[in-house]
């Protein structure tokens, strides 16, 4: 399979607990982007890096959210001190990059519970 | 915040007829794109449309741009069970540079076999 792929897909934690997904992209994309989806919401961009370089931050990623895509292929997304409210669907996309604002191809997804 | 609103938030048909699904954006924009969303799964990526753009086809699907009302619409032709899914609208600003994808909050389309 050489569509976007993220681990784990389900991850249950208690509140205060630190947790890490890993998302795994198109091998030949440039870019990739994080979303948050809570129920009967759409997705909620989070982040965006273009090889490796961070490009973009939303307001939604407070101080205990951290990105990271060190070789510009795989990236992991860590949130610490885990809050009820971060409770969602993680998703990662990817895209090609050579033209902007172009179709982005979604993994799917990581549903993490804050008990 | 979500740029684009789709309407109506739910449809239900039967199998054969077709589903139409609208979706409102506040600024200007370079493209929109529709997305299908099976229960829990990732999103999958319909149709791209520019905005010089006025009507786009892809087999059953029929995508329309109106930028002067700032709406667009999905429509599915001959709807099957497999169709049903949410469907959301993803806009991107005109306003440049990185700017990601903004996404509606979906259509949730039921077709009953």
């Known amino acids: 399979d050489t569509g976007v792929s993220q681990n784990p897909r389900h991850k249950i934690t208690k509140r205060g607990q630190n947790v890490t997904f890993r998302c795994d992209p198109i091998?030949?994309?440039?870019?990739l982007y994080w979303y948050r989806q809570t129920l009967g919401q759409g997705p909620e961009f989070l982040t965006y890096?273009?090889?490796?370089?961070?490009?973009?931050k939303s307001r939604l990623l407070s101080d205990r959210f951290s990105a990271e895509r060190p070789k510009g292929s795989f990236s992991t997304l860590e949130i610490q001190r885990t809050e009820q409210g971060d409770s969602a669907m993680y998703l990662c996309?990817?895209?090609?990059?050579?033209?902007?604002?172009?179709?982005?191809?979604f993994g799917p997804g990581t549903r993490l519970l804050v008990l | 915040s979500q740029q684009g609103e789709e309407d109506p938030q739910a449809l239900s048909i039967q199998e054969g007829e077709n589903a139409t699904m609208n979706c409102s954006y506040k600024?200007?924009?370079?493209?929109l794109q529709w997305y299908r969303q099976n229960s829990g799964r990732g999103l999958v990526h319909l149709i791209l449309?520019?905005?010089?753009?006025r009507e786009k086809h892809s087999g059953r699907l029929r995508v329309t741009l109106d930028t002067s009302k700032k709406s667009s619409s999905l429509l599915i032709t001959a709807s099957r069970a497999a169709d049903t899914a949410s469907y959301f609208c993803?806009?991107?600003?005109?306003?440049?540079?990185?700017?990601?994808?903004?996404f509606g909050k979906g259509t949730r389309l039921s077709v009953i076999a």
């Open positions: 996309a990817s895209s090609p990059g050579r033209v902007p604002r172009e179709t982005q191809y």
């Open positions: 091998s030949e994309h440039n870019r």
């Open positions: 890096f273009q090889n490796e370089a961070q490009l973009e």
């Open positions: 600024t200007s924009i370079n493209n």
């Open positions: 449309i520019r905005s010089n753009e």
């Open positions: 993803a806009t991107d600003a005109v306003s440049g540079g990185n700017t990601p994808l903004v």
